[in-house]
C-alpha cells in the first residue's frame, strides 16, 4: 500500500511473507502461523529515507489496519489531537507501528503514521531508550480516491497472506 502526501511524503507498507513460513495454522488466533513481515519504505518531506523489515503484524491485525483505513476514508474516524490518547490510535500487539487522523476534508483526509523501534527511523533513539512509542510520525495528507486505492492494494496483497 503506498500512501503519497501533497508534501512530497510517501509511505510503502508490504506484507512480505509468514515470520514462521513453515509452521501451520493450529487454531484462529495461533500467533505463530500468523506473524507477518512488513516492509516499510518511507520518504519524507525533506526527501530523507529509511526503510524497515519487521514481522510486526498478525494476519488480523493487517486485516484490522485495512478495515480501519477504510472507515477513515468514509469518513467514519474523526480527527484526533496529538499527541493521540488510545481513542484516537490504532495500534498493535507490536508497537512499531500506529495510525491516527490529523484532519478530515470533504475530499481529503490527512493520516499520521506512527513510527517506533523496529520501524523507526535510523536518526531515532534506540530501541530501549524510554521514548514516546508513538511520537515520531509522517504525516500523509492524501485525498479520499487515493486512500480508498490504497486500501484496496493493501487487501489483494494480503489475499495471499490469509490466516492459518
Known amino acids: 500500500m503506498r500512501l503519497t502526501s501533497t508534501d512530497g511524503a510517501e509511505i510503502d507498507l508490504r506484507p512480505l ?5 513453515s509452521v501451520g495454522g493450529s487454531g484462529p488466533r495461533d500467533w505463530d502461523a500468523n506473524w ?8 519524507l518531506p525533506d526527501e530523507r529515507r529509511w526503510h524497515f523489515e519487521d514481522a510486526c ?16 476514508a468514509a469518513g467514519e474516524v474523526k480527527a484526533g ?25 470533504e475530499v481529503s483526509r490527512t493520516l499520521r503514521v506512527h513510527f517506533s523501534l ?22 500523509v495528507s492524501t485525498t ?5 486505492r ?10 495471499l497472506l490469509p490466516l492459518r
Not at 507477518?36 to 520518504?43: C, F
Not at 523496529?118 to 504525516?139: I, K, M, N, Q, R
Not at 490504497?150 to 489475499?159: C, H
Open 17 to 21: 511473507g509468514y515470520q514462521y513460513p
Open 36 to 43: 507477518l513481515v512488513v516492509r516499510g519504505d518511507v520518504r
Open 57 to 72: 503484524l498478525t494476519t488480523w491485525e493487517a486485516a484490522e489496519l485495512a478495515g480501519w483505513l477504510r472507515s477513515v
Open 81 to 105: 489531537p496529538f499527541p493521540a490518547d488510545e481513542s484516537h490510535l490504532l495500534v498493535f500487539t507490536e508497537p512499531n507501528l500506529g495510525f491516527s487522523v490529523g484532519a478530515t476534508g
Open 118 to 139: 523496529e520501524a523507526g527511523p535510523p536518526w531515532s533513539p534506540p530501541p530501549g531508550v524510554d521514548t514516546d512509542l508513538y511520537g515520531f510520525f509522517v504525516t
Open 144 to 148: 479520499v480516491s487515493d486512500l480508498t
Open 150 to 159: 490504497a486500501v484496496e492494494e493493501w487487501k489483494r496483497e494480503l489475499t
